[in-house]
Structure formats: C-alpha cells, structure tokens
C-alpha cells in the first residue's frame, strides 16, 4: 500500500449542555461525529469535575471515533491540541486496542508489520487522579442493544433482585437513528429498567465514499466496545452508577483463526473479550473513576447456555433483533444466520418463524456463512458469533427437530455422525474464575447460571439421547 505520506489528524471539539462535535480527519479528508446525550449535562459535570478533568474524557472519546481511519493505514497520529492528554498509559491503551481490534483487518490486508500510525507527540507522564463518585439509588447500568445477549442479562439481573437502568445508543453505520432506538425500546420496556439513557450518534464517515479514494482498502474496522465504554462515562457521573454491565459470551474470547504468518490468534469479537475487559476496566478505574467497575454478565458462560436460558423469556424473542446490516433482520449476513440456525435449535420453531417467515438453511447467500461457521473454510466469519462446536452443535439439534434445507444436506454430507461428547463437555460449562463479576452480583447470578446449565444438559439430551453423550 503505498502510504507513506498518510497521516490522521483531530482537529477540535466543541460541546454544548447535551452535545459533544468532534472533527478529525486523515489527509484532506475531515469528518465529523456528533454524540447527542438524552440526559447528561456537561456543563454542570464540568463545574462538579473540573473542565480539564471532562477534556481529558472528550479526548478518549474522539481519539476512539477517529480510530476508525486506521483502517485507511495512516502512517502518522497527530493530536493537534489533545496532545497534552499523550500519556504513557493511553498510548499503551491505545496501541494494544489497534494491535488486537485491527489484527483482522491485517490479516486481511497482508499487513503483519502494521502496528498503526505512530505519534507525532511524545508520550508525557502527567500526574492525575481518577474521581470517586456518589453512589445514585441505582447502581448499575446495563448496556442494552436489543440483542438476544441484552435480554438474557437483563432477565439475569431481575431474578437476582439487582436494581438496574439501560443504556442504548445509535450510531449511523446502522442506519435511521430513530429506528434503531424504536427497536431497542421495544426491548427495554418489557423490562424492570429503572431508568433508560440514550445517546445518539451522528457520522459523517459512515455516508462518505471513502473505500473509493482507497481502492486498495477493504473493509472499514471500528472499536465499538471500548468507544461506547468511554462514550458513557459522563452518564456515571452524572447519575451516580457504579457498575456498566454488557453481555459479552465466553465464545468472544475465541477468535476466528490463528495467522500462520504472525502466529497470533485473529479476534474479531477482540473488543467484547475478558482480556480487552480487564485491560478497560484497569484503565477506567485509574484514569477516571476509581469506584466503577466494568464487567459481562455472561462472560461465564457459552451461548449454548445462553439460547437455553432464552426459553424462560420465549415471549419476548421477538422483540430482539441483531442484524449490523439492516436492522431488525437482513436474513443474508453471518449474525443473522447465526441467530436463526440456534433459535430454531434451542426455541420454539413456530415462534421463530414469526421473527424469520423464510427457512434461512434455504437462502443462497447463507450457504458460504453456514460452511465456514461449521468450521470448514479459512476460518469462521468475521462476526460476533459463536464457536464451530456450538454451530455444529446447533446444527444436529436442527437435524434431529427434523428441520432440512440446503446448509442442512451439507452438514449432513460433511458430519454424518457428530461426536457430541467434546462438545458437550466445553460447552455446558460455568466457569466464575474468567469473569469481571463482583461478588456480590456474583453470588445472586451464580445459581442462575448453574440451574441453566443442568437445563441445557437435559434440553440437548432429550434430543440426542443420554447414550451419545
């Protein structure tokens, strides 16, 4: 790629009561995001915390936007007037999250000597501390995206008796902001939310034809998860919560191939796992609020049991939705075959097909989803999904439910006889030593997890017969 030359840039920010514009650019391109908050008063958080204090939360957030061009391979980073902000800490941050988040468009670009546009500032040690905040009435506030992992955390938390509000956002690369918060509402309020904050964000990227100025350049990689973790941070000063909840598996620490090239395990679910969990959680709790904890409610636990504990909420499928290409349902693209393969494996099949009219198994552009998913190309696709035993798994369930289609005959042609036991044992497992979950959250969501787990187990034998496995 010839970039020698290339150089991203942040230019400014400007914020008003409820809104932070942010412009940056690469080259002569300049773009512009615009984060609208339902409920948050930056002014007065400025007053309560300092205004160096908020610039230094606005500049993890643009830092974070702009990374998106390091999909554009800039071979510098200037941080213009936030270079101040160049700390050891961040540029340790930031590497690792362009190293391990960007690790798949390398390998999709050939680039393993790629390690993301160097600073154009020295890294300057800066002696601050994190603020300790007043504890709101509700202490936890879960990230709601409207997706099957949102409704079985939120459902978690209500048999636990933990108090909690939501979080939703919107973001253009998704389409109509309205939509995408209409369909993540309906969601939410079948819930016991305490309260329910949005944030919209507006992109002038997402809409450019950028990818025709750089022909040579794929596919656009963003850091969604740790972006929206900063994104909220103003919403836990404002509000007094303690603890950001998502609902990330345990299959997003599995990635989707290990490159022989470098020898490194390609992650595209990087940003979702217990190690990018860790690594946040440290940061946030010693750059920004000492107090705060953030953690995946399921990261104990593989989404073979997650599709189990679906069946206790069977009413409200319908209202999830997961498609990152036409929202709710685009019926052609990895996550939504993935979804409806274990829907239909784990659920009600006339309930599904409420979601889903069409057999998915039968639809052409399925078919390369279905046989990489199954484990039988390169590697699986680049999506937030499940491990190969968990589809392979799901898959003989669809089989045994009598259900048939093309991505079906070729499972069968390739697993006439699928060994369940290796499977089974990985799969119908809760493991509490790999989570971020404190205790006291932990000791009310453990017994859930385990009564799942001997749910599960009786739900996949009573199809597959206790002697197969």
């Given at each position: 790629?010839?970039?020698?030359h290339?150089?991203?840039?942040?230019?400014?920010?400007?914020r008003?009561?409820?809104q932070?514009?942010?412009?940056?650019?690469?080259?002569?391109?300049r773009?512009?995001?615009?984060y609208?908050y339902?409920?948050?008063?930056?002014?007065?958080?400025?007053?309560?915390y300092?205004?160096?204090?908020?610039q230094?939360?606005?500049?993890?957030?643009?830092?974070?936007?702009?990374?998106?061009?390091?999909?554009?391979?800039?071979?510098?980073?200037?941080?213009?007037?936030?270079?101040?902000?160049?700390?050891?800490?961040f540029?340790?941050?930031?590497?690792?999250?362009?190293?391990?988040?960007?690790?798949?468009?390398?390998?999709?670009?050939?680039?393993?000597?790629?390690?993301?546009?160097a600073?154009?500032?020295?890294a300057?040690?800066?002696?601050?501390?994190?603020?300790?905040?007043?504890?709101?009435?509700?202490?936890?506030?879960?990230f709601?995206?409207?997706?099957?992992?949102?409704?079985v955390?939120?459902?978690?938390?209500?048999?636990a008796?933990?108090?909690y509000?939501?979080?939703?956002?919107?973001?253009?690369?998704y389409?109509q902001s309205?939509?995408?918060?209409?369909?993540?509402?309906?969601?939410?309020?079948?819930?016991?939310?305490?309260?329910?904050?949005?944030?919209?964000?507006?992109?002038?990227?997402?809409d450019?034809?950028?990818?025709?100025?750089?022909?040579?350049?794929?596919?656009?990689?963003?850091a969604?998860?740790?972006?929206?973790?900063?994104?909220?941070l103003?919403i836990?000063?404002?509000?007094?919560?303690?603890?950001?909840?998502?609902?990330?598996?345990?299959?997003?620490?599995?990635?989707?191939?290990?490159?022989?090239?470098?020898?490194?395990?390609?992650?595209?679910?990087?940003?979702?796992?217990?190690?990018a969990e860790?690594?946040?959680n440290?940061?946030?709790q010693?750059?920004?609020?000492?107090?705060?904890?953030?953690?995946?409610?399921?990261?104990?636990?593989y989404?073979?049991?997650?599709?189990?504990?679906?069946?206790?909420?069977?009413?409200?499928?319908?209202e999830?939705?997961s498609?990152?290409?036409?929202?709710p349902?685009?019926?052609?693209?990895?996550?939504?075959?993935?979804?409806?393969?274990n829907?239909?494996?784990?659920?009600?099949?006339?309930?599904?097909?409420?979601?889903f009219p069409?057999?998915?198994?039968?639809?052409?552009?399925?078919?390369?989803?279905?046989?990489?998913?199954?484990?039988?190309?390169?590697?699986?696709?680049?999506?937030?999904?499940?491990?190969?035993?968990?589809t392979?798994?799901?898959?003989?369930?669809?089989?045994?439910?009598?259900?048939?289609?093309?991505?079906?005959?070729m499972y069968?042609?390739?697993?006439?006889h699928?060994?369940?036991?290796?499977?089974?044992?990985?799969?119908?497992?809760?493991?509490?030593?790999?989570?971020g979950?404190?205790s006291?959250?932990?000791?009310?969501i453990?017994?859930?997890l385990?009564?799942?787990?001997?749910?599960?187990?009786?739900?996949?034998?009573g199809?597959?017969?206790?002697?197969?496995?």
């Amino acid at each position: 790629m010839n970039s020698d030359h290339r150089r991203m840039w942040l230019e400014k920010l400007t914020r008003s009561r409820h809104q932070l514009s942010m412009t940056y650019g690469i080259d002569n391109l300049r773009f512009e995001t615009a984060y609208w908050y339902k409920d948050v008063d930056l002014f007065a958080l400025e007053a309560l915390y300092g205004v160096e204090f908020m610039q230094k939360i606005y500049f993890h957030i643009i830092a974070l936007e702009a990374s998106k061009l390091v999909s554009l391979n800039p071979q510098q980073f200037e941080l213009g007037e936030f270079s101040r902000f160049h700390t050891p800490a961040f540029e340790k941050l930031w590497r690792t999250i362009i190293h391990k988040v960007w690790g798949q468009w390398r390998y999709q670009h050939n680039s393993p000597d790629y390690h993301g546009p160097a600073f154009n500032s020295q890294a300057k040690f800066v002696q601050t501390q994190p603020v300790t905040i007043l504890s709101g009435e509700t202490q936890v506030l879960t990230f709601c995206g409207g997706g099957k992992d949102s409704l079985v955390g939120m459902k978690l938390l209500e048999r636990a008796d933990v108090p909690y509000a939501t979080f939703s956002y919107s973001n253009s690369i998704y389409g109509q902001s309205e939509h995408q918060h209409t369909l993540i509402d309906g969601l939410v309020q079948k819930s016991a939310s305490t309260c329910q904050h949005q944030l919209r964000v507006y992109d002038s990227f997402v809409d450019a034809p950028v990818l025709q100025l750089y022909p040579e350049i794929e596919e656009i990689i963003a850091a969604e998860t740790p972006t929206s973790l900063f994104a909220a941070l103003p919403i836990l000063l404002q509000h007094g919560y303690r603890y950001m909840v998502l609902a990330h598996e345990r299959s997003a620490n599995t990635g989707n191939l290990i490159w022989s090239e470098t020898g490194e395990d390609i992650n595209h679910q990087w940003g979702k796992s217990y190690e990018a969990e860790r690594l946040l959680n440290q940061y946030i709790q010693s750059e920004f609020i000492s107090n705060c904890a953030y953690f995946s409610i399921l990261q104990p636990i593989y989404d073979t049991t997650i599709f189990n504990l679906l069946r206790k909420d069977q009413d409200l499928i319908t209202e999830t939705h997961s498609c990152n290409i036409k929202k709710p349902w685009c019926c052609q693209c990895p996550k939504c075959a993935y979804v409806w393969l274990n829907y239909m494996a784990y659920l009600d099949t006339e309930k599904v097909q409420q979601m889903f009219p069409d057999n998915l198994f039968d639809t052409q552009a399925n078919q390369l989803w279905f046989y990489q998913m199954l484990g039988l190309g390169e590697h699986t696709p680049f999506e937030c999904i499940g491990e190969i035993g968990e589809t392979r798994l799901a898959f003989e369930l669809c089989r045994r439910k009598g259900i048939t289609g093309k991505a079906m005959s070729m499972y069968q042609q390739y697993f006439p006889h699928l060994d369940i036991a290796p499977i089974f044992e990985r799969y119908l497992t809760v493991d509490m030593s790999q989570a971020g979950i404190p205790s006291a959250i932990a000791d009310r969501i453990q017994p859930q997890l385990e009564e799942a787990l001997e749910d599960s187990r009786q739900y996949i034998r009573g199809f597959l017969g206790k002697s197969s496995i």
